[in-house]
């Protein structure tokens, strides 16, 4: 089994795996570990600590809570696999036998997003233009202008996006990261999901600053071109914080859209085993999607494609399949409807299973856009409407950067506003509702008010 190993090294180790301009390896870190080979080419990552307030409880995500990278505070991941034989053993051995273990966790396989339908597009990406009152955002100068948008994908294809869009795309090549091992010059990957996921976040904001992070073209023996692992999710994680920490904190602003997830307990610890990663609140990559939001960006996740009328053939969490980050407290998880706001069967429904609240929101998918599939194939599944939400929130952040309207204020905001499709409040089928700009703007001018 892939599992991640926690280790508490020497805080001289420590501070060089957490700044960016040193170099520690694995070898460095957990060289001799008993019974694991090791991913000598994963580059170790820093885990901050939490720092719950006074009296609160260290392991729960529910509350505000501060993050220390401190070397005498920070914990270190390496990547390496035990073989199924031995794994019980060696996961109770491993910190009797080296102290400076703290624990083993799953390092589960995820994958993208797409839908299991075949139905034709339902409207075109101008519809959801409309939708989305882009006119009326620009009017209040909300087009992502200087916001960094980060798509964690199949890598982006900005040659083929331009074209679809018939606009210019900006994308930062210097602030793009890419997994060991995966070849390509940031923006110019193959035309596949990632450049649908792409497209769509451009639609509400077509002047963000897209930058790539190709995490699903990790390879991994018997993997296929759209899956990659939980590892490169923390080390991308890492890479974002080093990005959130060097913009100014004035005008900081970084959305970050995941459409991808993971379907399958097989790679994963039982739940209740402190190394799972769907229920455990306590799992490094979980700990790290909370840092990230607490520095100021907003994360977005997919909720998945195993709504129960139309279920991904992967989907083998057969009751609650938001898992993981997915239903994190911390992210926005975003369910699809139509252009004609109808949801797609294919949208899972709650509750998740690191919080019950799940999916968020809903936004638009199904219509034909990016045509990143093929010129009649549409941009589907959850994959397309949490970058289309993903847009709306880089929108927003043009004039509202995290110092004036913090991520949680903004959740806050989006789900207030959303536009009720079923029961009256919260249901687990659309969550709060389906986004209404027109009722952000209208929320921000009255924020703007009461603050001047």
């Keep these: 089994m892939r599992v991640l190993i926690q280790l508490r090294p020497s805080p001289d180790l420590v501070a060089a795996v957490a700044d960016p301009e040193q170099t520690a390896t694995t070898a460095d870190v957990a060289d001799g570990l ?6 000598t080419a994963f580059v170790p990552v820093a885990v901050p600590r939490p720092v719950p307030p006074a009296g609160g409880d260290p392991l729960s995500l529910n509350q505000p809570l501060d993050f220390s990278l401190a070397a005498e505070d920070a914990s270190v991941l390496v990547r390496g696999t035990i073989s199924d034989d031995e794994l019980a053993a060696r996961v109770t051995l491993l910190p009797a036998l080296r102290p400076d273990v703290v624990g083993v966790f799953s390092d589960p396989v ?40 980060a798509v964690l994908d199949t890598g982006i294809n900005t040659a083929h996006t331009a074209r679809q869009l018939g606009r210019g795309v900006t994308l930062d090549a210097g602030r793009c990261w890419s997994p060991a091992g995966v070849r390509g010059k940031p923006g110019e990957f193959e035309v596949d999901h990632g450049t649908m996921c792409a497209f ?26 759209m899956d990659g692992l939980l590892s490169d999710a923390v080390s991308a994680f890492a890479h974002l914080r080093t990005v959130l920490n060097a913009q100014p904190a004035e005008s900081r602003a970084l959305v970050v859209n995941n459409s991808w997830g993971s379907f399958s307990p ?38 998945g494609n195993c709504g129960k009328e139309c279920r991904d053939g992967r989907c083998a969490y057969h ?38 609240r799940k999916p968020d929101l809903c936004a638009y998918t199904h219509f034909s856009g990016s045509r990143a599939f093929g010129d009649r194939a549409p941009d589907s599944g959850t994959s ?62 009255r924020r703007a008010r009461s603050a001047a």
């Design 34 to 39: 008993p019974g694991v080979e090791l991913d």
């Design 110 to 149: 995820i994958g993208s997003t797409l839908t299991c339908g075949g139905d034709p597009p339902v409207g075109t990406w101008h519809d959801v233009e409309r939708l989305l009152n882009v006119p009326g955002l620009h009017a209040e100068g909300l087009d992502g202008t200087g916001v960094a948008l």
């Design 384 to 445: 397309a409407a949490t970058p289309v939400a993903a847009g709306l929130v880089a929108a927003v952040r043009t004039r509202w950067p995290a110092t004036r309207l913090s991520p949680a204020q903004l959740r806050a905001l989006l789900r207030r506003t959303a536009e009720d499709r079923s029961e009256v409040g919260f249901d687990y089928d659309y969550g709060y509702g389906i986004v209404d700009p027109a009722g952000i703007i209208a929320a921000l001018q």
């Design 266 to 303: 097989e790679w994963d610890f039982p739940v209740g085993h402190p190394g799972n990663y769907s229920d455990n609140a306590a799992h490094p990559f979980n700990l790290m999607v909370a840092e990230l939001d607490k520095a100021g960006a907003d994360v977005l996740f997919a909720a």
């Design 319 to 356: 009751e609650r399949p938001l898992v993981g980050a997915n239903s994190h407290p911390k992210a926005l998880s975003i369910g699809g409807v139509d252009v004609n706001g109808e949801r797609v069967g294919y949208s899972s429904q709650g509750p998740g299973r690191l919080t019950a």
């Design 200 to 225: 769509d976040t451009l639609i509400a904001a077509p002047q963000a600053t897209l930058l790539d992070i190709p995490l699903l073209l990790s390879t991994r023996p018997g993997g296929s071109a």
